[in-house]
C-alpha cells in the first residue's frame, strides 16, 4: 500500500501545533478551535492508519479512526484549516474531511466499488 501525506516541512509554515510522538513515521498535529475546543489529528505512515479527536475541555467530543489509510492531506486557507484522510480496500473507498476554524466541521463519505 502506497501512503502519502503532506510533507512535514509544509506542515510547520501552517497554523497547527505539531506535537510530539513515539516514532519518526508518525505526525501528530493540534488545531485550536475557539469556542469550539481543540481538534487532535494524527497518522501512522508505517501502519497507514488515522485518528481524529475533538475535544472540548479536555473531554473528547468526537473520536474517529481510520484504517487502510492511504493519502493524509494538510492545508491551511482563509484562517481555517482542512484535513483530508483517504483511505481504500478492495471494494470501498472513503473520505473522512475536517475543517477547523472559528468552528469546527466534519464530513465523513464512504462509496462502494
Avoid at 512535514?8 to 475557539?34: C, D, I, K, S
Avoid at 469550539?36 to 474517529?64: E, F, K, N, T, Y
Amino acid at each position: 500500500m502506497h501512503f502519502e501525506s503532506t510533507p512535514f516541512e509544509e506542515l510547520r509554515h501552517l497554523p497547527v501545533r505539531l506535537l510530539a510522538t513515539e516514532e519518526p513515521w508518525q505526525t501528530r498535529l493540534a488545531m485550536g478551535a475557539p469556542g469550539a475546543g481543540r481538534v487532535d489529528v494524527c497518522w501512522d505512515s508505517v501502519a497507514a492508519s488515522a485518528s481524529v479527536v475533538w475535544m472540548q475541555d479536555d473531554d473528547p467530543i468526537v473520536a474517529l479512526h481510520r484504517d487502510l489509510v492511504n493519502a493524509v492531506w494538510v492545508s491551511s486557507e482563509g484562517g481555517e484549516v482542512r484535513v483530508t484522510i483517504e483511505s481504500a480496500g478492495h471494494e470501498w473507498k472513503s473520505s473522512l474531511g475536517l475543517v477547523v476554524g472559528a468552528r469546527v466541521r466534519i464530513d465523513d463519505s464512504l462509496w462502494q466499488g
